[in-house]
């Protein structure tokens, strides 16, 4: 079993503090930053874009896990590469040729997510999961944080499991959406082993994101 993983989401933390919050997370033993990249087209929210992350990857040493919700994403991936971008996770439905920004991204030396919405199935990817490092599973229909997390979209996790083990490949399974003390057991015995949360990391426990880091790690 891979060692679980915590990737705590920047969409909860203070954006008046921001440089603040990844120091707390740093020091709480975050293992990486999920960084959530909208553009108000593909999903209906806007958020951060590349000089942020350049700015905020200036004085932190973890690894920056980049989410791009953005359409079209393949002319994008280089800003946001240049900008520090560790893993770069993009969606099946926001280019023409999911071939193509692979290779992109792998051309650029960056790791290769690519992110399954709910209604997503994994046959979409089935193909490419050779070629990829990280898969998402979205368990909240994206845009905004603070979601109800969707139980359904385990039996993907599962089915990526099972084609991990007939096809000898592995890849990252992450999950996001949701992600609670109370569910994130669930979703790591079905075969998770990154956990993006925000609210819970950054609310829970008078905010005590060591604790809560922590916690989501041992359940």
Do not use: W
């Amino acid at each position: 079993m891979k060692k679980i993983q915590i990737s705590p989401s920047i969409l909860s933390a203070d954006f008046s503090q921001l440089g603040n919050e990844i120091k707390r997370l740093e020091e709480g033993g975050a293992d990486l930053i999920h960084v959530d990249v909208m553009d108000g087209h593909f999903v209906p929210n806007l958020t951060i874009g590349p000089p942020v992350i350049k700015e905020l990857k200036k004085n932190c040493s973890i690894k920056f896990d980049v989410h791009l919700m953005i359409s079209p994403v393949h002319k994008y991936i280089e800003a946001y590469s240049d900008a520090g971008a560790d893993i770069i996770t993009i969606h099946p439905e926001a280019t023409d040729d999911l071939s193509a920004s692979i290779s992109k991204i792998k051309s650029l030396k960056k790791k290769v997510g690519v992110s399954l919405n709910p209604e997503t199935k994994v046959s979409v990817i089935k193909d490419y999961l050779s070629q990829i490092d990280l898969v998402l599973i979205m368990s909240v229909n994206p845009g905004f944080g603070g979601q109800k997390f969707m139980p359904e979209v385990l039996d993907k996790i599962r089915e990526l499991k099972n084609i991990q083990k007939d096809k000898k490949i592995d890849f990252d399974i992450e999950i996001d959406g949701g992600i609670n003390f109370e569910n994130s057991k669930t979703a790591i015995e079905a075969g998770a082993n990154i956990l993006v949360s925000g609210t819970t990391i950054f609310k829970s426990n008078n905010g005590d994101i060591k604790k809560n880091i922590d916690l989501l790690k041992s359940l």
